[in-house]
């Protein structure tokens, strides 16, 4: 059966379930639907850096001195930046970078965070006061302020191995769990207003009536009666800390060249506003096309999840 | 009342002591100490001179010992010395501190002057050409990088157009009123269009809920005038949720003027902090960090005081 005669087909309506109905209403928001195609072509243009390496047999890490700044060729199809290295290559891999870091740090911080709302809202009482106060301090904190401080930590001094302190791969793993560690207030406080508004519902006392264990509750009957909300939080978020990710980098305290993330592909944009504007305009231009599709998809779940706005 | 002011700053007074305790031990734990700076720029100093020194200045100490001096010099108003500037840390603080008040406090007003012109306006028509421009607006503004739209100024408007100082706080030998306003436009540009973006989306969404009120209709039924209605009767209710987004967004705005201070090189207190991590300045990267959770906390405080304002039956208690 096509899809037109299923939408024909009324009396299948309540068989089609909640998410094809909020996939029907979300398909109507235009800035959604125009953003979550916007971030496919972004993914598969990150992607497309494999091809593009096998293809042409460049390295994105390796500098060729004597081809700094070279204008778009038929090599480098948009140059290469100061170091020698091919600027599209490097902001494919740059931008495997920077989503890998989005969604792996909202991914964690967001479970940190519906731990804690979802604990506080099910156990009220003192679990509540103690844990909320303890999100209401963490928000009061001027984030980034403390993430240059988080970034700056010398790993060695923690013990670990110089090798390893200064591997790229422990520049990547410290700068998602700094931003997981600070970024999941927001998902908290969610979190909790929303298992507050279920956790006296008549199904709810009936499966605690009936001796259901804590954390089959939270599990099997508040988790899914406040995903939405948590959803729509969870696509804000990683635009925010795409964003915190390119600052970071941008200073100097995140990814650490010569891996490229969007961020400290401009760590000496400064410089190059004068000389090569364009290297300097590249980056910056996919972080806000990223983190504003990223928004506006946000804006489009909330809509679709919404019963009470308009298909 | 009082006693609630009273107990929310003693509140405050508490978490900035965690957070002082927090923040030293981060410090402590930042690649070299302020020893190995000083040996770095002078060629003859021996082993036995740096460790020498390292003892003048207690670094020899567990970190929790030094952390206890700091806490009771600071107890009896003692933040004590910034190694770079070899001034007492409050001396270099407070002129940066102005600095950056100054500029935070004018992003501010900026951000929420336009973010209320403009979250009411489409809030008028919501779902109108002029809501979707607006929204656009808003959303680029929350997503844009903020140290590069200050690069895009810049670029613009310093390297392509020459109208705008690319950086500092005023022109050599000038400083007057007009210079310096001058060197103010992009900053402040740079730092009201995050906050904008948020205020636009708080502003319009509590402004179409209230618009939908009974006593909205009420007041349109006794033949008020649409503007009244908006600005009399539905906007004061409808400032609650925005007050609280602002008054949250004070920590985003710190973390702003850092970057747009940084961006613009301007001395503020956000480039000092930025400057006294890479530095090792212990003592003036800790206290700038307080400071800033100081001012957030402190208007997390008025936010409060003012929903009893705003809304009668929110009590303070």
Redesign the interface.
């Known amino acids: 059966m096509t899809l037109a005669a299923i939408d024909a087909t009324p009396v299948l309506d309540a068989a089609l379930g909640a998410w094809h109905l909020r996939f029907r209403r979300f398909r109507t928001h235009r800035a959604g639907m125009a953003s979550l195609v916007a971030l496919v072509l972004l993914l598969l243009f990150a992607l497309a850096a494999y091809p593009l390496e096998w293809l042409t047999g460049l390295d994105p890490d390796m500098a060729d001195l004597l081809a700094r700044f070279d204008p778009a060729s038929a090599r480098h199809w948009l140059g290469t930046d100061e170091a020698g290295r091919d600027e599209l290559l490097r902001l494919m891999v740059g931008g495997q970078i920077s989503l890998l870091v989005g969604v792996l740090a909202t991914v964690l911080g967001g479970a940190l965070g519906l731990a804690i709302g979802l604990v506080a809202g099910y156990f009220g009482g003192r679990a509540d006061a103690v844990l909320m106060r303890f999100t209401d301090?963490m928000?009061?904190?001027?984030?980034?302020?403390?993430l240059?401080?988080?970034g700056?930590?010398?790993l060695t001094?923690?013990g670990f191995s110089a090798d390893l302190a200064h591997s790229g791969a422990a520049a990547f793993w410290r700068i998602v769990l700094i931003i997981a560690l600070v970024d999941w207030t927001g998902i908290a406080r969610i979190a909790r207003a929303a298992t507050l508004s279920v956790k006296e519902r008549d199904f709810v006392r009936a499966a605690r009536a009936s001796g259901a264990e804590a954390f089959y509750m939270m599990r099997a009957h508040i988790l899914p009666n406040v995903a939405t909300p948590i959803i729509v939080a969870f696509t804000l978020t990683i635009?925010r800390v795409i964003?915190f990710e390119?600052?970071l980098s941008?200073?100097g305290f995140g990814i650490a060249p010569p891996t490229p993330s969007w961020?400290n592909m401009?760590n000496n944009?400064?410089e190059l506003?004068?000389t090569a504007?364009a290297l300097?305009?590249y980056?910056?231009l996919l972080?806000?096309v990223t983190?504003?599709a990223?928004?506006?998809l946000g804006?489009g779940l909330q809509h679709a999840f919404d019963p009470r706005s308009q298909p | 009342m009082a006693r609630f002011i009273l107990r929310r700053l003693l509140q405050a007074l508490l978490?900035l002591v965690?957070?002082s305790f927090v923040?030293y031990n981060?410090?402590?734990?930042?690649?070299?100490d302020p020893i190995d700076a000083m040996a770095a720029g002078n060629p003859d100093m021996t082993p036995e001179a740096v460790a020498h020194l390292r003892q003048i200045y207690g670094l020899d100490q567990p970190l929790l010992l030094r952390y206890g001096h700091w806490l009771s010099g600071a107890a009896q108003g003692d933040f004590g010395f910034s190694r770079v500037h070899a001034r007492p840390v409050l001396q270099v603080l407070m002129p940066a501190l102005l600095r950056t008040c100054e500029l935070m406090l004018l992003g501010f007003v900026v951000a929420v002057a336009l973010g209320f012109g403009l979250g009411i306006l489409a809030a008028l028509r919501p779902g109108g050409l002029v809501d979707g421009l607006i929204g656009l607006f808003a959303?680029?503004g929350?997503?844009?990088?903020?140290?590069?739209l200050a690069?895009?100024l810049?670029?613009l408007f310093a390297?392509e157009l020459h109208w705008l100082p690319a950086g500092g706080v005023a022109d050599l030998g000038d400083g007057g009123f007009a210079d310096r306003a001058r060197h103010l436009v992009m900053p402040v540009a740079t730092l009201a269009l995050a906050g904008t973006g948020i205020f636009i989306r708080y502003v319009r969404a509590a402004m179409i809920e209230t618009m939908r009120m009974d006593h909205v209709r009420t007041a349109r039924a006794k033949g008020a005038r649409e503007g009244r209605v908006v600005l009399a009767h539905a906007l004061r209710l409808a400032l609650l949720p925005p007050v609280t987004v602002m008054a949250?967004h004070f920590?985003?705005l710190?973390?702003?003027a850092?970057?747009v201070e940084?961006?613009y090189a301007r001395p503020g207190m956000?480039k000092m902090?930025?400057d006294a991590?890479l530095g090792n300045d212990y003592n003036l990267?800790l206290c700038?960090?307080l400071f800033?959770?100081l001012?957030?906390?402190l208007s997390?405080l008025m936010a409060d005081l003012a929903y009893g304002w705003l809304d009668p039956r929110i009590t303070t208690q």
Request: glycine share 12%.
């Open positions: 301090g928000i009061a904190l001027p984030l980034l302020p403390l240059i401080v988080l700056a930590v010398d001094k923690l635009g964003l390119a600052v941008f200073l961020g401009l944009a400064q506003v004068t504007p300097a305009i980056p910056g972080i806000f983190v504003i990223v928004n506006f804006d | 978490v965690v957070m923040i981060l410090i402590g734990l930042m690649p070299g959303f680029a929350i997503s844009v990088p903020v140290f590069w690069l895009m810049i670029l390297v949250l920590g985003a710190f973390g702003g850092l970057v940084t961006m956000g902090i930025y991590i990267a700038g960090l800033a959770t001012v957030t906390l997390n």
